[in-house]
C-alpha cells in the first residue's frame, strides 16, 4: 500500500461479485487505482459494466469482497459497518443522477441532512452552500417545485455540508438537458478548481467526461488506461 501524502485514496486488487439464484457473477474483478487530492476523473464504461458498484466501494456504502482500500489513511477495506458511515459522512460527498432529494421537507432541510447524521447542524452554512450554488431565493421551496438543474444544485449544496474533500457524482448531467448539463458541470469544475475538491464522475458523454483532468475506462471488470 503506498502512502504517499498526496495520495487521497488507493485502491488495490479490488474484486466484486453479485450471487443471483445461485450463479455468481464477478463484476468488478482487480481495479487498481489512485486519486491524487485535487484530481477530477471521469470514469466510463459501457452500461452494467459496473461503474456504481466501484464508485459505492469508493463511497463506503458499499464493500468489496477481496482487495485493498486506503482513504485518507483510513484501511477502509478493514472497517465495521458503522466506521464506515462515519468515514463516508466525514469525507464523501455524494451526486446522483435523479437528485435523491426527499420531498416532504425544504430545500435547506435537504442540504442540512448530511449533517445532521454528524450531530453539528449549521442551517447558517447551509444557507452560506445555497447561495453558492445560485438558490438563494429558493431555500424555503420543496424540491418539487423546482426544475431539474436547480434540484441538482440542491444535491451539489448537500454533497458540500460536511465539508468532504471527495466529490462522488453518478452521472451527475444524466437527467438534465445538455445546457442545464453544462451550467451543473460548470459549478462542479468550480468545486474542483476554486475549492480543491477531489472528483470523481462517472458518465457516459464524451463530452462531459472530457472536462475532467483524466478519463479512466472500466470493461470487463477491469480499468483499462
Ligand atoms: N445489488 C445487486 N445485486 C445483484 N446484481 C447487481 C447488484 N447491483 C448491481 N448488479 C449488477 O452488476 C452489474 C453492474 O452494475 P452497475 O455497477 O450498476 O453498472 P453501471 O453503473 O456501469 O451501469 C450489472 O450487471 C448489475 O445488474
Ligand atoms: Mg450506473
Redesign the pocket.
Known amino acids: 500500500m503506498k502512502l504517499d501524502k498526496s495520495n487521497l485514496l488507493v485502491l488495490e486488487g479490488i474484486r466484486r461479485e453479485?450471487t443471483?439464484g445461485g450463479t455468481t457473477?464477478p463484476?468488478l474483478q482487480g481495479i487498481d487505482l489512485i486519486v491524487k487530492t485535487g484530481d477530477f476523473l471521469a470514469l466510463m464504461?459501457?452500461?452494467?459494466?459496473?461503474?456504481?458498484?466501484?464508485?459505492?466501494i469508493i463511497g463506503c456504502l458499499d464493500t468489496p469482497n477481496s482487495g485493498n482500500y486506503i482513504l485518507k489513511d483510513n484501511d477502509v477495506s478493514k472497517m465495521t459497518i458503522s466506521d464506515l458511515a462515519k468515514v463516508r459522512n466525514k469525507h464523501i460527498g455524494f451526486i446522483f443522477q435523479n437528485f435523491n432529494l426527499i420531498p416532504s421537507i425544504s430545500v435547506l432541510e435537504n442540504v442540512l441532512l448530511p449533517s445532521f447524521y454528524m450531530g453539528n447542524e449549521d442551517p447558517k452554512k447551509a444557507e452560506e452552500l445555497l447561495v453558492l450554488v445560485g438558490l438563494k431565493d429558493r431555500i424555503n421551496y420543496r424540491p418539487n417545485d423546482l426544475s431539474g438543474g436547480q434540484k441538482q444544485r440542491v444535491a451539489i449544496a448537500r454533497s458540500l455540508i460536511n465539508n468532504p474533500s471527495l466529490i462522488l457524482a453518478?452521472e451527475p448531467t444524466g437527467a438534465l438537458d445538455s445546457k442545464t448539463g453544462q451550467e451543473i458541470m460548470d459549478l462542479i469544475l468550480s468545486l474542483n478548481r476554486d475549492q480543491n475538491k477531489t472528483v470523481l464522475m462517472?458518465t457516459h458523454d464524451m463530452n462531459i467526461a472530457h472536462m475532467a483532468h483524466r478519463i479512466i475506462k472500466?470493461s470487463d471488470g477491469k480499468i483499462s488506461k
Open positions: 453479485y443471483v457473477y463484476i464504461g459501457p452500461s452494467g459494466s459496473g461503474k456504481s458498484t466501484l464508485l459505492n453518478d462517472v472500466l
